[in-house]
T-cell receptor
């Protein structure tokens, strides 16, 4: 599976928007971009995923660059509960890739009250 | 509905002891995964089941690690003769099918080997 690069850590003020970047320059045409997050002492949880178009759900928005070599997870209004490690993961849906999730180190987001 | 549950949540073992970690996936989920998460790292894949069949065990670090899912629901990860390097959080995840489906994780079992 293609690799992703994320900053080790980021800080945000509470109630401010947060933009979490992810680079994936070797992404293939059949790779979907997934985001999971892991709150302290919990298992990871799914946040959002997309292929080419920007996506929105109740948790976040995903903005995907036109060349698909980078993407940004957007939390519109950070709360203290959003403090977590955020993982950007590529998943190959062609059937040739693996089915497990390949996590990197992710970005640790701290939210300042 | 009920999510993925794991037990015990915490386990302390003396080096050389055998341990068994249990995972109850979401009812009806075909796929089940085990991951190992060392401190400060992201989870790493251990093994994968589709129903009762273990289709991939390439991530198991040694032959001391063994996983089973005999009836296609509950799974057990067993570690024999535990070593200090086995100390980690062991995460279980399930999904409705496999490739396209979201994985739902349990809270994990934190294993400390002394």
């Amino acid at each position: 599976d293609a690799k992703t690069t994320q900053p080790n850590s980021m800080e945000s003020n509470e109630e401010e928007p947060v933009h979490l970047p992810c680079n994936h320059s070797t992404i293939s045409g059949t790779d979907y971009i997934h985001w999971y997050r892991q709150l302290p002492s919990q298992g990871p949880e799914y946040v959002i995923h997309g292929l080419t178009s920007n996506v929105n759900n109740r948790m976040a928005s995903l903005a995907i660059a036109e060349d698909r070599k980078s993407s940004t997870l957007i939390l519109h209004r950070a709360t203290l509960r959003d403090a977590a490690v955020y993982y950007c993961i590529l998943r190959d849906y062609s059937g040739a890739g693996s089915y497990q999730l390949t996590f990197g180190k992710g970005t640790k987001l701290s939210v300042i009250p | 509905g009920a999510g993925v549950s794991q037990s015990p949540r915490y386990k302390v073992a003396k080096r050389g002891q055998d341990v068994a970690l249990r995972c109850d996936p979401i009812s009806g989920h075909v796929s089940l995964f085990w991951y190992q998460q060392a401190l400060g790292q992201g989870p790493e894949f251990l093994t994968y089941f589709q129903n009762e069949a273990q289709l991939d065990k390439s991530g198991l670090p040694s032959d001391r690690f063994f996983a089973e899912r005999p009836e296609g629901s509950v799974s057990t990860l067993k570690i024999q003769r535990t070593q200090q390097e086995d100390s980690a959080v062991y995460l279980c995840a399930s999904s409705l099918w496999s490739l396209q489906e979201t994985q739902y994780f349990g809270p994990g079992t934190r294993l400390l080997v002394l």
